[in-house]
Nanobody, 125 residues
Framework: QVQLVESGGGSVQAGGSLRLHCAAS????????MGWFRQAPGKEREGVAY????????YYADSVKGRFTISRDNSKNTLYLQMNSLEPEDTAMYSC??????????????????WGQGTQVTVSS
C-alpha cells in the first residue's frame, strides 16, 4: 500500500523558516520523481518544486526560487522542502506527490500517481 505522509508544517512569522518532510512507503521510492505542491484557500493547487529520482535535477516555481530548496534521501525514503524567508503568500496546505514517469511539465498534477494528505503552513505578517 502506497503511503506519502507529510510533516513539519506549522505557524511562523514572516521571514521565518520551516522544513517539511514527506515519508514514502509501499513503492520503489528511489525510482520515482517527486514534487511538492500547495493549495491556498480559494485557489488552485500549484506546483512548488520538483526533484528527479536521483536528485540531480530540480525545478521551482518562480515565486519560491531562492527561498525554497527541495531535496531527497533515497536511503530513508524521505523527501524534504526547506522553506526560508517565508511570506504570508506562502500560507497553504503543502502536499508531496510521486510520479513514475514524466511526459510533460513538472507541475502538471496529472503526471503524479500518488499524493499525500498534506501539512498546513501558516505565515503571519
Amino acid at each position: 500500500q502506497v503511503q506519502l505522509v507529510e510533516s513539519g508544517g506549522g505557524s511562523v512569522q514572516a521571514g521565518g523558516s520551516l522544513r517539511l518532510h514527506c515519508a514514502a512507503s509501499g513503492y520503489t521510492y528511489s525510482s520515482y520523481y517527486m514534487g511538492w505542491f500547495r493549495q491556498a484557500p480559494g485557489k488552485e493547487r500549484e506546483g512548488v518544486a520538483y526533484i528527479s529520482p536521483g536528485g540531480s535535477f530540480t525545478y521551482y516555481a518562480d515565486s519560491v526560487k531562492g527561498r525554497f530548496t527541495i531535496s531527497r534521501d533515497n536511503s530513508k525514503n524521505t523527501l524534504y522542502l526547506q522553506m526560508n524567508s517565508l511570506e504570508p503568500e506562502d500560507t497553504a496546505m503543502y502536499s508531496c506527490a510521486a510520479a513514475s514517469r514524466f511526459q510533460g511539465r513538472w507541475d502538471d498534477l496529472r503526471q503524479y500517481n500518488y499524493w499525500g494528505q498534506g501539512t498546513q503552513v501558516t505565515v503571519s505578517s
